[in-house]
């Protein structure tokens, strides 16, 4: 017979694991609720040894954070190519991804945890909308947004979190339905702000003259004019 050596993790790889490891145990329950030593058990290794790589509960939580945060950001991510209502139907897709393996944890930072508040929690935030935000004015093919593009973006990104949020407290609404519905409000609050101005009107004209009739754009004005008959 043969007995298994374990190997020894450099502080790095060490470092990682048990962020891997808290990232798992908030996607099931809010951080709050999952104690040191629970991190410590699903890791393989003990209480001490988990505060000699993070010095409390609150500097692994926010560590992983960041990489949810990363993880989060990476969603928007697409390429620009093709109708822009099937490619924000995609990003959508992916969101609604993260929030379903993250539900706790998600809700835990929009909602209130452990870190909430704190210099580092809201500058990861931020910069998750940011990027969110950067990601939609590249597909809109826009070089310098003008005040009212701006507002429209931010309040639907603002939308789309808590529109998860409302989802995740008993997913009453089939999620595939409020991936389309996100979209459809994308356009309604670009068409809403084109009736006010010019150029956002040559925006949104510029936009529905690349779409197809059978996409997600398509679809929300068969809709309305369904409703108006």
């Known amino acids: 017979m043969t007995t298994g050596v374990r190997r020894r993790m450099g502080v ?3 470092r990682q694991q048990l962020i891997g490891v808290a990232l798992e145990l908030f996607s099931r329950r809010s951080p709050d609720e999952v104690s040191i030593d629970e991190i410590a058990s699903a890791a393989g290794i003990s209480r001490p040894l988990v ?16 990489r949810a945060a990363e993880d989060l950001a990476g969603r928007f991510v ?3 190519e093709g109708p822009l209502g099937a490619r924000l139907l995609r990003v959508m897709a992916r969101f609604f991804d993260f929030v379903d393996e993250h539900g706790p944890g998600f809700s835990a930072l929009m909602r209130g945890g452990p870190a ?27 070089a310098e947004p003008p005040a009212r593009l701006e507002l429209v973006v931010r309040s639907w990104i603002s939308l789309a979190e808590s529109t998860a949020l409302i989802w995740l407290d008993g997913r009453r609404i089939p999620r595939e339905e409020l991936q389309a519905q996100l979209v459809h409000d994308l356009a309604a609050l670009l068409a ?15 936009v529905l003259k690349d779409e197809p009739a059978d996409g997600p754009f398509g679809d929300l004005v068969a809709r309305l004019i369904s409703l108006a008959s």
Do not use: C, W
Request: aromatic share 10%; glycine share 4%.
């Open 12 to 14: 790095e790889e060490r």
């Open 192 to 206: 809403v702000s084109a009736a006010y101005d010019e150029e956002m009107a040559a925006l949104v004209r510029r």
């Open 78 to 80: 697409e390429p620009a």
């Open 51 to 66: 505060y000699h790589y993070f010095p409390g509960k609150l500097s692994l939580y926010e560590a992983a954070l960041k």
């Open 116 to 142: 909430v508040g704190s210099s580092t929690t809201n500058a990861l935030i931020d910069s998750v909308r940011q990027a969110a935000y950067e990601q939609i004015i590249r597909h809109l093919r826009i």
